[in-house]
């Protein structure tokens, strides 16, 4: 402030859907924001907490703007939130070191993720680059389970991956396998599955019918967020 004289501010108002990312005493806006003349619209959206890889569309008194724009005083900002299920080419994802739970989930579920609890920053761009997929972070304790299905809609194929490596499972003979067994293993059950990666053993054991709630739970999720695109 300059002899008494407030500089240009803009106010930004953000969707509800992304008001997790605003600290608790600017919610839940709109945000008052001093336009220097020098920021854009995308650094600004950040600075109030906002990732613009969660933002869908920007809006500069009604008309859409681009993040390069520099706002001026009297401007009134709209960020809105990406569009659910979020299209992409392959549903497939790399996770950051936070999310290793999720991995095992998704996996679960039959969703392609790649997941390495040593992997850094660099590396994981890397792979994602190189593999295609879309990298989730939680760096700011954005993703949840249920945000990421409703989010990506990917399609779900329970029971075919690896939940330890993300390999694929094959049915394979209980003779083949039997000597890797437990006693108690190998007198109740007769259905297994095989990792093609590692070699790990699977079967509907005593927590199957938890795990078939889980499953049945991101079925329902991904339904719903496809019905919601297509109405």
């Known amino acids: 402030m300059a002899d008494g004289v407030m500089p240009d501010t803009a106010a930004v108002t953000v969707a509800p859907e992304l008001g997790l990312f605003l600290p608790a005493r600017i919610r839940p806006g709109p ?4 336009c220097d003349g020098v920021s854009s619209l ?9 990732p613009l890889t969660e933002v869908g569309s920007l809006l500069v008194n009604g008309k859409p703007a681009d993040p390069g724009y520099r706002p001026v005083g009297g401007d009134a900002v709209r960020v809105l939130a990406m569009a659910r299920p979020q299209r992409v080419d392959c549903a497939q994802f790399v996770l950051d070191v936070h999310l290793g739970t999720v991995a095992r989930w998704l996996r679960l579920a039959g969703v392609d993720a790649a997941y390495s609890r040593d992997a850094d920053d660099d590396a994981l761009i890397e792979q994602a680059n190189a593999e295609r997929r879309v990298l ?3 760096d700011r304790g954005l993703l949840r389970r249920r945000k990421l299905l409703d989010r990506f809609a990917p399609r779900l194929d329970p029971w075919t991956r690896c939940t330890a490596c993300n390999g694929p499972l094959r049915p394979v003979r209980k ?17 297994f599955s095989r990792c093609q990666r590692c070699g790990r053993v699977y079967w509907r054991g005593a927590h199957s019918r938890r795990l078939e709630a889980v499953v049945a739970a991101a079925g329902r999720i991904v339904k719903s967020a496809g019905s919601g695109a297509s109405a």
Not at 31 to 34: P, R
Not at 42 to 50: K, N, P, T
Not at 175 to 191: F, K, M, S, W
């Open 175 to 191: 003779a083949d396998i039997e000597p890797l067994l437990e006693p108690g293993t190998r007198r109740t059950y007769q259905v």
């Open 136 to 138: 989730l972070t939680q």
């Open 31 to 34: 945000v008052q924001v001093k």
């Open 42 to 50: 995308g650094h600004i959206v950040e600075s109030i907490g906002v």
